[in-house]
């Protein structure tokens, strides 16, 4: 039995939730999102309260949880939004948005172009990278792109990293 999937989702002011054909949408004031839910999970809307109950099929109580997070996070997504932060560390090593695209310097011959999907800012100042948007799944994958272009190396640290991510320094070499 889900823990998370038995408490009833609350819908704040200025949100609305549907469920027509599989398909739950959420409308909010940031922004609009929509998912494919399965029919392993039973959704109710009844007034400002959203609760799930598992089907009869044999994948029903391990996705109970799961949807019942998305539905949390698609409403946080539509009225706060999510935002990860990542740190550059190098020497030279630059990042700048340009247009629709997060231009990296970062060690290479060349400068890396990525391009930023709808529905996400960034901003970069200095040596950190802000991301913003309504999508937490969306915004998550962006960010993982993005450090994928140079993971930090345990000799020196250089590299991007999210904010508060401890890399474990490896010592090198000794001086005889």
């Known amino acids: 039995m889900s823990r998370l999937g038995k408490i009833p989702v609350a819908i704040p002011g200025g949100v609305t939730v549907t469920l027509e054909n599989g398909l739950l949408t959420v409308k909010g004031p940031k922004a609009t999102l929509t998912r494919e839910f399965k029919n392993d999970v039973e959704v109710k809307i009844e007034g400002d309260t959203v609760t799930m109950s598992p089907a009869e099929t044999p994948s029903a109580k391990a996705m109970w949880g799961t949807y019942a997070a998305h539905l949390r996070n698609m409403i946080t997504g539509v009225t706060e939004g999510f935002t990860k932060v990542l740190q550059i560390e190098g020497v030279g090593y630059r990042a700048e948005v340009k247009g629709n695209q997060l231009v990296l310097n970062v060690g290479f011959s060349h400068q890396v172009f990525i391009d930023i999907?709808?529905?996400?800012?960034?901003?970069?100042?200095?040596?950190?990278?802000?991301?913003t948007g309504s999508d937490k799944d969306a915004l998550?994958?962006?960010?993982?792109?993005?450090?994928?272009?140079?993971?930090?190396?345990?000799?020196?640290?250089?590299?991007?990293?999210?904010?508060?991510?401890?890399?474990?320094?490896?010592?090198?070499?000794?001086a005889v």
């Open 117 to 131: 999907p709808e529905g996400i800012s960034a901003e970069v100042v200095k040596n950190v990278i802000t991301l």
């Open 140 to 174: 998550g994958q962006f960010a993982a792109n993005v450090r994928k272009v140079k993971k930090p190396e345990p000799y020196k640290g250089k590299g991007i990293r999210y904010e508060g991510e401890y890399i474990i320094r490896k010592q090198g070499k000794k």
